[in-house]
């Protein structure tokens, strides 16, 4: 490709007329200038709703920020790094930092491996195949609250689970079982979530080289050996992508611990970093404290998506 | 390229060819149990919101036609206005979709096909986005929007976090890629101008990108709760998501069947945008989120 126009580097690297008039003034605002005109509402956009209110938050969270009734004029001073101090000592958040984490030890492996082996599964010219599809994307499309409510009459005390389950129903019940909670919320979002991950998959395996099928097949490998050595491989960049955003939606859960565990019950058994971000500062107005929480999980996510990147992409 | 091929055959059909009848049954053996596993709850839900008395034994799992009621629908829709909510969360959806079609177009239009400055850092940008969610933004935007410029309780206000979806940029991008650069320099050549290139050449080519980009913005703001629920406090404004919340941690108590008609609001609000799937999901493949993936 000779015509790349930049695609891959930031500019033309040995443009013939690099000298003369015209390609200079190219050079500086680019062959296609009208190109910032067509970018300038997403640019604004992005400056408005994300760079602003980073800065914003940057600013907040090394203040005693509170919300004060419309009109009233309050003092909201400096302190610097207290805001950060105290939520890092701040038992309750401490406990959702662990709970974050026992949410992503069942949901990150548990979508990769399911997501994978269904989207496997889906890569074939079988009868029946739209309905599969459309069975497994059903939840990703739909409400988290819509699938709530039949989910809460299901884990119920006296639910369905439950009364198949029998003597086995784990006391007191799934959603209000401190051991449980958590986990129950890792298995709803793996399973509301698992349709997008096919996705991505199915259109990786697209990619992988048949010829390296047809090889396998010339040793003599099993399905299961070809699963493992040519197909697994084969999706490696899907599954960095995977892990990356399981990790991410993991790290912001809101709307599981406020409906499906009644606001991180029990007892703070499933309260979310996000979730207590919210209680903190829209519920009781610390927003200089909130924002202290925001900031330190975009650390944490930004760290964390970069060590992930890291380690699955090192060959 | 491969990911041309994919394109045209529909993500799903291509592939490794497996024609063998002992593994396709196990394929299907495994995908069955998947397929009930993931159907029944919307089966359960769809029953539990017509029982009169929630039957939560094993044989309420069918319908028995003397415990059939729709009272449950009745009563939510007293309690929340269902078409008045379900309106809210159209205007929410379709201000999104509007701006995301729009804008959104045309950044990945340009950041594909156009050569100007500060693209590279724009790129890195939309990454950045992709990666940070939102909620971690919520403090100061929630600062900026509700009480700074004194959106709360307005469409605007809610619609203004989500207004152009940054994967839905990515997917036009990947997909202006993919098309060759040759159509546009003819077109470059031919005289038109980059506004004239963009609509009468590259968008009708970009249709299957549009719809996929459609539907994965739709479901966004939809089915969205949190941001929502924070700017809306009268209900009359509230999309039926925040409805819904609200209705189940505070009303559904003193129903006559609280499970019933927590179900029945939660069949309102899943049927559009299942439908909306059922009827497109043809077309709903990650083939150009996928170009973007391969390593």
Redesign the interface.
Same mark, same amino acid.
């Given at each position: 490709?000779t015509? $790349?126009? !930049?695609?891959t580097g930031?500019s $033309?690297e040995a443009d013939p007329e690099e000298t003369t008039g015209p390609a200079r003034k190219e050079r500086?605002? !680019?062959?296609?200038?009208?190109?910032?005109l067509?970018?300038l =509402?997403?640019?604004i956009?992005?400056a408005?709703?994300?760079v602003?209110?980073?800065i914003?938050?940057f600013f907040?969270s090394f203040k005693d920020y509170f919300?004060a009734a419309p009109g009233a004029t309050v003092e909201r001073p400096w302190v610097g790094l207290q805001n950060y101090g105290d939520v890092l000592q701040d038992p309750t958040f401490q406990r959702s930092i662990f709970n974050v984490f026992e949410f992503l030890i069942i949901n990150v492996p548990a979508t990769v491996a399911l997501s994978l082996?269904?989207a496997y599964?889906?890569?074939?010219?079988?009868r !029946? #195949?739209?309905?599969?599809?459309? %069975?497994?994307? %059903?939840?990703?499309? &739909?409400?988290?609250?819509?699938?709530? &409510?039949?989910?809460?009459?299901?884990f !119920?005390e $006296?639910?369905?689970v439950n &009364?198949?389950l029998g003597p086995l129903a784990p006391d007191p019940s799934w959603l209000i079982n401190k051991n449980w909670a958590m986990p129950m919320i890792a298995v709803f979002v793996t399973?509301k979530q698992?349709g997008f991950f096919i996705?991505?998959y199915?259109?990786? #395996?697209?990619?992988?080289p048949?010829e390296l099928?047809e090889a396998a097949d010339v040793d003599g490998a099993s &399905?299961m050996d070809k699963f493992w050595s040519v197909t697994v491989p084969g999706v490696? =960049?899907?599954t960095t992508?995977v892990v990356?955003l399981a990790t991410? $939606?993991g790290?912001?859960l809101?709307?599981e611990p406020?409906?499906l565990t009644n606001g991180g019950g029990p007892n703070g058994a499933s309260v979310t970093p996000?979730f207590y971000?919210?209680q903190k500062?829209?519920e009781q107005g610390q927003?200089g404290y909130?924002?202290a929480i925001?900031m330190i999980?975009?650390f944490i996510?930004?760290l964390i %998506?970069l060590i992930q990147r890291r380690l699955l992409?090192r060959d | 390229m491969s990911t041309q091929a994919t394109m045209s055959t529909g993500a799903v059909t291509a592939g490794p060819p497996k024609e063998e009848t002992p593994h396709n049954r196990l394929r299907v053996i495994i995908l069955a149990l998947g397929a009930v596993l993931f159907l029944f709850p919307f089966y359960y839900m769809v029953i539990g919101s017509f029982q009169a008395v929630a039957d939560k034994s094993l044989s309420g799992v069918l319908p028995h036609p003397d415990n059939m009621t729709v009272t449950n629908y009745q009563e939510i829709n007293a309690a929340i206005d269902a078409p008045r909510a379900l309106l809210n969360s159209s205007i929410f959806t379709m201000g999104v979709l509007l701006c995301t079609i729009l804008f959104g177009l045309l950044a990945g239009y340009a950041l594909a096909v156009m050569h100007f400055r500060g693209r590279q850092t724009l790129l890195s940008g939309v990454i950045l986005v992709l990666v940070v969610p939102f909620q971690l933004l919520q403090i100061p935007l929630y600062v900026l929007i509700v009480r700074g410029y004194g959106l709360g309780d307005t469409y605007l206000g809610m619609i203004l976090p989500f207004a152009i979806n940054s994967t839905a940029v990515f997917i036009f991008r990947q997909f202006f890629l993919q098309l060759p650069k040759e159509l546009f320099e003819a077109a470059r050549i031919d005289g038109a101008g980059e506004m004239g290139t963009m609509l009468r050449v590259a968008i009708p080519l970009a249709r299957p990108a549009i719809l996929n980009a459609v539907l994965l913005t739709f479901i966004g703001p939809w089915n969205e709760f949190l941001w929502p629920f924070l700017v809306t406090k009268q209900q009359d404004m509230q999309p039926f998501a925040v409805a819904l919340a609200n209705y189940m941690n505070n009303v559904a108590g003193r129903a006559t069947n609280p499970d019933g008609s927590n179900m029945a609001g939660g069949v309102l609000l899943a049927i559009p945008p299942v439908v909306l799937f059922l009827i497109f999901q043809k077309h709903f493949t990650s083939a150009n989120i996928g170009s973007g993936v391969k390593g």
């Amino acid at each position: 490709m000779t015509t $790349t126009s !930049g695609v891959t580097g930031p500019s $033309t690297e040995a443009d013939p007329e690099e000298t003369t008039g015209p390609a200079r003034k190219e050079r500086w605002i !680019g062959r296609q200038p009208l190109g910032l005109l067509f970018v300038l =509402p997403y640019v604004i956009f992005l400056a408005f709703i994300f760079v602003y209110p980073l800065i914003v938050q940057f600013f907040i969270s090394f203040k005693d920020y509170f919300f004060a009734a419309p009109g009233a004029t309050v003092e909201r001073p400096w302190v610097g790094l207290q805001n950060y101090g105290d939520v890092l000592q701040d038992p309750t958040f401490q406990r959702s930092i662990f709970n974050v984490f026992e949410f992503l030890i069942i949901n990150v492996p548990a979508t990769v491996a399911l997501s994978l082996v269904l989207a496997y599964a889906l890569n074939a010219k079988i009868r !029946g #195949l739209w309905f599969f599809r459309g %069975a497994y994307y %059903a939840p990703y499309v &739909t409400a988290s609250v819509a699938i709530v &409510t039949v989910w809460l009459f299901m884990f !119920g005390e $006296t639910g369905l689970v439950n &009364t198949v389950l029998g003597p086995l129903a784990p006391d007191p019940s799934w959603l209000i079982n401190k051991n449980w909670a958590m986990p129950m919320i890792a298995v709803f979002v793996t399973w509301k979530q698992l349709g997008f991950f096919i996705l991505l998959y199915l259109a990786a #395996l697209q990619n992988v080289p048949k010829e390296l099928y047809e090889a396998a097949d010339v040793d003599g490998a099993s &399905t299961m050996d070809k699963f493992w050595s040519v197909t697994v491989p084969g999706v490696r =960049p899907a599954t960095t992508l995977v892990v990356i955003l399981a990790t991410i $939606t993991g790290m912001n859960l809101f709307t599981e611990p406020y409906l499906l565990t009644n606001g991180g019950g029990p007892n703070g058994a499933s309260v979310t970093p996000v979730f207590y971000m919210y209680q903190k500062g829209i519920e009781q107005g610390q927003a200089g404290y909130a924002a202290a929480i925001g900031m330190i999980l975009l650390f944490i996510t930004l760290l964390i %998506a970069l060590i992930q990147r890291r380690l699955l992409e090192r060959d | 390229m491969s990911t041309q091929a994919t394109m045209s055959t529909g993500a799903v059909t291509a592939g490794p060819p497996k024609e063998e009848t002992p593994h396709n049954r196990l394929r299907v053996i495994i995908l069955a149990l998947g397929a009930v596993l993931f159907l029944f709850p919307f089966y359960y839900m769809v029953i539990g919101s017509f029982q009169a008395v929630a039957d939560k034994s094993l044989s309420g799992v069918l319908p028995h036609p003397d415990n059939m009621t729709v009272t449950n629908y009745q009563e939510i829709n007293a309690a929340i206005d269902a078409p008045r909510a379900l309106l809210n969360s159209s205007i929410f959806t379709m201000g999104v979709l509007l701006c995301t079609i729009l804008f959104g177009l045309l950044a990945g239009y340009a950041l594909a096909v156009m050569h100007f400055r500060g693209r590279q850092t724009l790129l890195s940008g939309v990454i950045l986005v992709l990666v940070v969610p939102f909620q971690l933004l919520q403090i100061p935007l929630y600062v900026l929007i509700v009480r700074g410029y004194g959106l709360g309780d307005t469409y605007l206000g809610m619609i203004l976090p989500f207004a152009i979806n940054s994967t839905a940029v990515f997917i036009f991008r990947q997909f202006f890629l993919q098309l060759p650069k040759e159509l546009f320099e003819a077109a470059r050549i031919d005289g038109a101008g980059e506004m004239g290139t963009m609509l009468r050449v590259a968008i009708p080519l970009a249709r299957p990108a549009i719809l996929n980009a459609v539907l994965l913005t739709f479901i966004g703001p939809w089915n969205e709760f949190l941001w929502p629920f924070l700017v809306t406090k009268q209900q009359d404004m509230q999309p039926f998501a925040v409805a819904l919340a609200n209705y189940m941690n505070n009303v559904a108590g003193r129903a006559t069947n609280p499970d019933g008609s927590n179900m029945a609001g939660g069949v309102l609000l899943a049927i559009p945008p299942v439908v909306l799937f059922l009827i497109f999901q043809k077309h709903f493949t990650s083939a150009n989120i996928g170009s973007g993936v391969k390593g």
